[in-house]
């Protein structure tokens, strides 16, 4: 069973062009994920979600 770590990045199967870092594994074995989003009215923001399943995320290779 594949496994993700703290700081992998990923993108979610309904967002695919937005990429998500793993910020926490859950006990469940979900992901908590956030991202970056362009700097709006008041500064940057951030989304994130909670309990995603692996089966919603698809992983990036990493940057060399």
Known sequence: MQTLKIGQQVTLAF???RV???T???ID???SIETQLDHLQ???QKLSYDNVPLEMLKVL???L
Do not use: D, H, L, T
Request: charged share 10%; hydrophobic share 40%; aromatic share 12%.
């Open 15 to 17: 967002m695919e062009p």
């Open 20 to 22: 998500f870092r793993v």
């Open 24 to 26: 926490a594994v859950n």
């Open 29 to 31: 074995g979900s992901y």
């Open 42 to 44: 008041g500064g940057p």
């Open 61 to 63: 290779a990493p940057v």
